[in-house]
């Protein structure tokens, strides 16, 4: 079971690389107005990060300690499990095909990518909007799916907050943001949906 969810770990992991790549070329886009609006919102409030780095850093070690400093049955467990974890997170380290993994990887992200940019071009009002725009829309979806169950209710915010950047006007922003949304969670529930179907089937050996 810790091998399995690892290797789920793994997966996200590559997202989140993913994401990164996506968020350093948008930057390369337009480096100096993003760039800008992230150090105008930390200098306005530099104690909230402190303290939630203060946070992170103290949970940390308050759980190192408790797993490793403390010796009972119960972080016994704990390290079994760990081990069972990191062993599955290291499995894209072992498998045969990591270049078609890492091909695989990319053409994901790219296509989904992709499919934004169609969105954007679909819609009147959302055509002419700069790359970086796109790129920075894209970039908050995608924060937005992740720290939510789905992206439901919060992902549409997060694109209009993104397009309001570029002047594009809150009611389009919103309205394309519920588009995208329902498109997606469309195509998840049908092609999901039909993946069951087949993996209920056995291959058959000749």
Same mark, same amino acid.
Do not use: H
């Given at each position: 079971?810790?091998?399995?969810?690892?290797?789920?770990?793994?997966?996200?992991?590559?997202?989140?690389?993913?994401?990164?790549?996506?968020?350093?070329?948008?930057? @390369?886009?337009?480096?100096?107005?993003?760039? &800008?609006?992230?150090?105008?919102?930390?200098?306005?409030?530099?104690?909230?990060?402190?303290?939630?780095?203060?946070?992170?850093?103290?949970?940390?070690?308050?759980?190192?300690?408790?797993?490793?400093?403390?010796?009972?049955?119960?972080?016994?467990?704990?390290?079994?499990?760990?081990?069972?974890?990191?062993?599955?997170?290291?499995?894209?380290?072992?498998?045969?095909?990591? &270049?078609?993994?890492?091909?695989?990887?990319?053409?994901?992200?790219?296509?989904?990518?992709?499919?934004?940019?169609?969105?954007?071009?679909?819609? =009147? =009002?959302?055509?002419?909007?700069?790359?970086?725009?796109?790129?920075?829309?894209?970039?908050?979806?995608?924060? @937005?799916?992740?720290?939510?169950?789905?992206?439901? &209710?919060?992902?549409?915010?997060?694109?209009?907050?993104?397009?309001?950047?570029? @002047?594009?006007?809150?009611?389009? &922003?919103?309205?394309?943001?519920?588009?995208?949304?329902?498109?997606?969670?469309?195509?998840?529930?049908?092609?999901?949906?039909?993946?069951?179907?087949?993996?209920?089937?056995?291959?058959?050996?000749?």
């Amino acid at each position: 079971m810790e091998k399995a969810f690892g290797t789920i770990v793994t997966e996200r992991l590559v997202d989140l690389l993913m994401l990164v790549l996506v968020i350093f070329i948008a930057l @390369s886009f337009q480096t100096d107005y993003i760039l &800008g609006l992230f150090s105008e919102s930390i200098l306005a409030q530099p104690y909230k990060i402190v303290t939630a780095v203060f946070i992170f850093l103290f949970l940390i070690a308050v759980l190192y300690f408790l797993t490793f400093k403390i010796k009972s049955r119960f972080n016994s467990w704990i390290k079994s499990k760990l081990k069972g974890l990191i062993d599955g997170a290291l499995s894209i380290l072992k498998m045969k095909n990591k &270049g078609l993994y890492t091909l695989y990887s990319f053409l994901i992200w790219f296509l989904y990518l992709a499919m934004f940019y169609a969105g954007t071009q679909a819609i =009147e =009002e959302t055509s002419n909007l700069p790359v970086a725009a796109i790129f920075t829309a894209f970039i908050a979806g995608t924060f @937005s799916i992740a720290t939510t169950n789905g992206g439901i &209710g919060s992902y549409p915010l997060g694109i209009q907050q993104a397009l309001l950047l570029y @002047s594009c006007p809150a009611i389009t &922003g919103l309205s394309f943001g519920w588009i995208m949304w329902s498109t997606q969670t469309l195509l998840v529930l049908v092609l999901g949906g039909i993946s069951f179907l087949f993996l209920g089937k056995k291959p058959q050996v000749n």
